[in-house]
């Protein structure tokens, strides 16, 4: 029989209706015999993820501050607390002793990041007690493995951690344990016994290091979407389901917006050749898109990826593109402010760095004066509200005549082309327009190269 893990995102155990679901997916097959699961998604009350209520509690309140929503402490505690006394109650359990055990937890005095990562993982760590709890209940033989115990072994930052090569040891040991064994996701353990989580959205990451260590047949991502869209659905209605991608398209795609799940949680599935499995809890007949190492492709495009609100800083500097040491030193710059980069066309006199402009919010002018400082450009130039459009499918390589489709599209659309780079791999392209017209140039980029395909290899 093959081994899965399935791994439930917090809208798939935001309340005992969707653990009912989860509860009936994992018997529908007897392979899945690893659980993990997230914390419970939103509370009905201020409408909050319970993992950010984590957050403000630890940090006083200035969590939801920062996002402009008054939401005290005090409060996030009462909201998490009642969420898992209606989870006890709608589940019909007795979890009396660990709602105490909560209580306990989010009162404990610790040092700043130590008591953020701690109060963060308390989502899934009772996620996965109440859930255990029920599945008992349920007549199933379950067992929880906390990784505390297991222990699953993390180094580095409290809120951002890494796994420890040793904890695969001690998750593949997991392999023996009879029945079900639910894990919470998102954190581990350091040596010292302290509690660390990965960044956010990081119960993905547990499953999949989960199923590597377990050597696991599959690993399956429950969410609440029938899978990868071949475009944002929001955006282009029509768009359908990708069944099967690769790990390379799904890493380009999600690097360019595309909100899949962790970034981190595919290398090692990669590595074992893990297929994942992305399918959707509210409606479990649904096939998914299958992630693998290869395909054979039918289409030319298999997905479109856009992300907004792209800065484009142009400097101009006689023979810059000459050395690299300008351009890395450039690059420094932006790492060190925390900016995201994205694309960066060099040409022999001048450079454009694409990136998030978000995240030179407050920081704009310092930025500025450290590059006239450091690289003394002859001039340079800020400009915002680009859009970069990414089409992304092995089936492009070696098709002539794909990008200036792309650009035929655009062009019949009045849109015109402000920066234009294709990947390296030859899978992907990417093209820089204004965001006024991203709407219209994702539609007509679709409308050409997944609808209609004129360049379809037959
Ligand atoms: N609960 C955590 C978060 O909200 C981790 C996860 O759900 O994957 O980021």
């Known amino acids: 029989m093959s081994l899965i893990v399935a791994k439930f995102g917090g809208s798939s155990v935001q309340n005992a209706a969707q653990i009912e679901k989860v509860k009936k997916i994992v018997q529908a097959n007897p392979g899945r015999r690893f659980v993990v699961v997230s914390a419970p998604g939103k509370e009905e009350r201020y409408n909050k993820k319970i993992t950010d209520h984590l957050f403000n509690i630890a940090t006083g309140g200035r969590h939801f501050k920062n996002e402009r929503h008054e939401i005290t402490a005090q409060e996030s505690v009462q909201a998490v607390i009642h969420k898992f006394e209606t989870l006890e109650r709608d589940l019909g359990i007795d979890a009396a002793d660990l709602i105490d055990s909560l ?18 993982s308390r989502g899934e760590h009772y996620s996965a007690r109440f859930i255990t709890r029920y599945f008992r209940k349920e007549g199933m033989e379950a067992g929880c493995a906390l990784p505390e115990n297991i222990p699953f072994l993390v180094r580095g930052d409290y809120d951002n951690a890494k796994v ?13 344990n009879s029945g079900i064994t639910v894990m919470p996701g998102y954190y581990g353990v350091t040596r010292e016994g302290d509690i660390a989580v990965f960044s956010r959205g990081g119960s993905d990451l547990t499953g999949g290091e989960l199923a590597y260590a377990l050597r696991a047949d599959l690993y399956e991502n429950w969410t609440d979407t029938d899978g990868i869209y071949e475009a ?39 590595k074992r050749n893990i297929p994942i499995n992305i399918r959707n809890t509210n409606n479990p007949s649904a096939p998914g898109t299958f992630i693998v190492n290869e395909r054979v492709p039918q289409e030319l495009i298999a997905g479109i990826a856009r992300v907004d609100h792209i800065a484009y800083v142009y400097l101009e500097k006689d023979t810059l593109g000459e050395s690299g040491a300008f351009i890395e030193e450039l690059l420094d710059i932006f790492r060190r402010y925390e900016v995201q980069t994205y694309h960066y066309p060099v040409d022999k ?13 407050g920081k704009i002018n310092d930025v500025r004066r450290e590059i006239e400082d450091r690289l003394n450009p002859d001039s340079m130039k800020v400009m915002y509200d680009f859009s970069i459009l990414s089409p992304v499918g092995i089936g492009m390589r070696n098709v002539p005549g794909v990008i200036a489709e792309a650009a035929a599209a655009l062009r019949d659309n009045k849109i015109s082309i402000e920066t234009i780079d294709q990947g390296p791999a030859q899978i992907s392209f990417h093209i820089g327009i204004h965001s006024a017209y991203a709407d219209a140039g ?17």
């Open 103 to 120: 209580r306990t937890d989010l009162a404990r005095e610790l040092p700043d990041d130590k008591r953020i990562a701690f109060y963060a």
């Open 164 to 176: 420890e090569e040793e904890a695969y040891l001690h998750l593949a040991n997991l392999k023996d």
């Open 232 to 270: 944002d659905p929001r955006i282009i209605t029509r768009a359908n389901v990708i069944p099967r991608l690769t790990y390379k398209e799904i890493r380009l795609l999600a690097s360019k917006g595309f909100n899949v799940f962790h970034f981190d949680a595919m290398v090692n599935c990669k």
């Open 349 to 361: 006199d001048d450079i454009a760095v694409l990136l998030d402009q978000n995240d030179l919010i």
């Open 442 to 458: 994702l539609e007509a980029l679709f409308e050409r190269l997944i609808e209609n395909q004129n360049l379809k290899k037959n």
